[in-house]
Structures are given as structure tokens and as C-alpha cells.
């Protein structure tokens, strides 16, 4: 049985203590509740950064690989671990986006309008957006961010249960109004990034991995995930 620590307190990580579940292998646990005696565990940083250093310590000592969802830790330096940078871990997600990135140069002659919706507390430009952007080569200034309710529910279709749990990206893609591409994404409530974290753990766990940093679409050229 190999365990699984979450780290943080926030919303990510309290979904992830409450709702990740694996019948088998994996046994999922809080920080707090670590075990220094263990050879090889896997550990879920979702937190803000207070007990990276700690974590890496213990990664180091256990041989053990880290997971990393948090956007605002800049891992430069080798940690001699294995470590897995997941800004995004809904998997379908991260495919488009990927499929994105190799193939976005190819849009780069036409029109491109990129707009974003989240919930209404979320004052940051999401990270996913900004990927979008990059890989089709336009400035992250040009991003139209939308927060109204109404605009969200009519316009993006996103029901009331969900406003306050959403991720939403619209990218137009046209040829001086003579055709018009329309790709849309949504993600609703927890459970997509949840299912996304269990399959990155799997993907983790069942392999040996370099002690270096990956990047989780390397999972996924790699069939991972």
C-alpha cells in the first residue's frame, strides 16, 4: 500500500482529502499525518508553498516522487526527485490543450479572440487561458475575462449550480468572416480535476520515474494518461 499525502489547507486540497478514493494501492492521508518511516510514497502539493522545502526533505529521505498543482511555485532548481508540474489536471483538458500546442502555429495567419470565464472570486487570469494563448501566439492582454452571471449563464450556458465552479475558454479562430472555427471548453464543479489528480497519482505510482522535473503533458505524449 503506498501512501498518499495531500499538502494544503485550500479548496483543491480539502476536495482531494474528501473525494480521492482508490479501492486498492493507494491509501490517501493529510500532511500532517506523514510517515517517516516510509520507502517510497507519493506527495500532493496543493498548498502555498510554506512546506515545499519540507516536502522535498521528505521526498528526498523516502524516495519518494511530488506532485505539484500549485501555479505559483517556479520549480528551477533539481530537487534530485521525481517531480510532476500539473497546473491543470483535467485530463481532457490538458489533450486539447496539448493538441493545441503542437498544432496552433498553423492559425497564425487569421483572426484569433480568446475569452475566459470563472467564478466571481477568481481575480487572477487563469493559467489554462494563458497556455491557450501562448500556444496560438497571442498576447495575454488580449484575453477577454468574464465574470459577469448573467453573461455566464446565457451566453456560456453555465448552470446556477455550477457558477461558483467553473472553468470556461472560448477560442474563435476566423478567415475575414468568410469561416469562422469556434472551439469551447467547459469544466463543471470538482470531480474533473479530482478523477485528474487519481490518474496522475496512478501514472506516477506505476512507473519509475528520473529524478528530474516533468511536465505533465510529457504524461501525456507518452500515453501516461
Request: glycine residues 6%; contains cysteine.
Amino acid at each position: 500500500m503506498t501512501n498518499v499525502y495531500i499538502i494544503g489547507s485550500g479548496k483543491l486540497a480539502n476536495e482531494l482529502l474528501k473525494a480521492l478514493n482508490f479501492e486498492k494501492n493507494y491509501r490517501v492521508l493529510p500532511w500532517a499525518d506523514r510517515n517517516p518511516q516510509d520507502t517510497v510514497a507519493i506527495v500532493v502539493h496543493a498548498g502555498s508553498g510554506r512546506e515545499l522545502n519540507e516536502a522535498i526533505s521528505y521526498c528526498r529521505q523516502t524516495n519518494s516522487s511530488l506532485i505539484e498543482l500549485s501555479t505559483d511555485v517556479d520549480h528551477q532548481q533539481d530537487y534530485l526527485i521525481p517531480v510532476v508540474l500539473c497546473p491543470n489536471t483535467n485530463i481532457l483538458m490538458l489533450k486539447f490543450m496539448n493538441m493545441l500546442e503542437k498544432s496552433g502555429q498553423n492559425f497564425s495567419q487569421y483572426q484569433i479572440n480568446i475569452t475566459e470565464s470563472h467564478q466571481a472570486n477568481k481575480t487572477s487570469l487563469p493559467g489554462t487561458a494563458v497556455a491557450l494563448a501562448n500556444s496560438l501566439n497571442i498576447p495575454s492582454n488580449r484575453i477577454e475575462s468574464v465574470r459577469d452571471i448573467q453573461k455566464q449563464q446565457s451566453e456560456f450556458g453555465i448552470p446556477e449550480q455550477n457558477l461558483a465552479r467553473h472553468a470556461y475558454h472560448r477560442i474563435e479562430i476566423s478567415d475575414n468572416d468568410a469561416c469562422t472555427i469556434t472551439l469551447e471548453t467547459r469544466v463543471l464543479g470538482d470531480s474533473p480535476y479530482v478523477g485528474g489528480v487519481k490518474d496522475i497519482i496512478k501514472a506516477v505510482g506505476g512507473r519509475s520515474l528520473e529524478k528530474r522535473v516533468y511536465h505533465v503533458m510529457e504524461f501525456i505524449d507518452n500515453h501516461w494518461i
